[in-house]
């Protein structure tokens, strides 16, 4: 069951990745809010590896493929603070138009990024890990990126608040919100991949905040 989710997800987030090119198509994909199409690859390539792992089975092929998974989330996650002050510059709000703000935004993006690489990446091990039917390679260690999801999560949550006080745009702080109370889900449901369906729920939102900047771009 498991296994089907994952490769719906994979399947789900392609489709995501054509909305997202189809929203950049008056706008160049050098616009900042497209780092958002970085982070849907890396979900299209994680939930795949993870679907095809019991097919693929254990030994190097699959544990240097999981590898990447890691590499683009550490790569790739942290760009989602560039694009919550893009979105924020682009419906024309004061502040983030304020070069403080835009460096603020770099500096946490680039900070992010080189966290991720020393805490997650640096030194990584992965073991084989069967669950629910499905193999993945996970790493040896506990991780150190929940400090950093929690961060770009708390950031998202505040453009999304701002956004629905300002324009009345609820859906970016729904789904930061739904994954906020997906993860304390999480701690009871074990055996339903409860996150990254959540996830997905998330990148959803993200892509109607970028679709509602356009719109306003457009009359600004």
């Keep these: 069951m498991d296994t089907f989710i994952f490769f719906l997800l994979g399947f789900g987030y392609f489709c995501l990745f054509i909305w ?3 929203l950049s198509r008056n706008y160049g994909l050098l616009n900042l809010t497209n780092v958002v199409l970085l982070v849907i690859i ?27 998974r890691f590499w683009l989330h550490a790569l790739f996650t942290p760009t989602l603070i560039l694009f919550a002050w893009s979105i924020c510059f682009r419906t024309g709000l004061p ?17 992010g990024i080189l966290y991720e690489l020393l805490a997650s990446i640096k030194g990584l091990k992965l073991k084989p890990k069967w669950k629910n039917d499905v193999l ?13 999801v929690i961060i770009i ?4 949550g505040i453009v999304g608040f ?21 993860g304390i889900l999480a701690i009871w449901i074990k055996n339903f991949p409860i996150m990254n369906v959540l996830e997905f729920i998330l990148i959803i939102s993200l892509l109607m905040t970028r679709q509602f900047s356009n719109q306003k771009s457009k009359s600004s």
Excluded at 104 to 110: D, E, G
Excluded at 162 to 182: A, C, E
């Design 20 to 22: 997202g090119l189809v």
């Design 42 to 68: 890396g979900l299209i390539y994680d939930n795949l590896i993870i679907a095809f792992g019991r097919f693929i089975g254990e030994g190097k092929l699959l544990e240097n493929l999981s590898y990447a």
């Design 95 to 111: 502040w983030a138009k304020k070069t403080f703000w835009k460096a603020v935004a770099w500096l946490m993006t680039i900070g």
């Design 136 to 148: 993945t390679y996970e790493s040896a260690a506990p991780s150190d990126s929940l400090i950093m």
């Design 153 to 156: 999560t708390l950031v998202l």
């Design 162 to 182: 701002i956004l629905m006080r300002k324009f009345r745009f609820p859906w970016l702080f729904i789904g930061t919100l739904v994954m906020i109370l997906g």
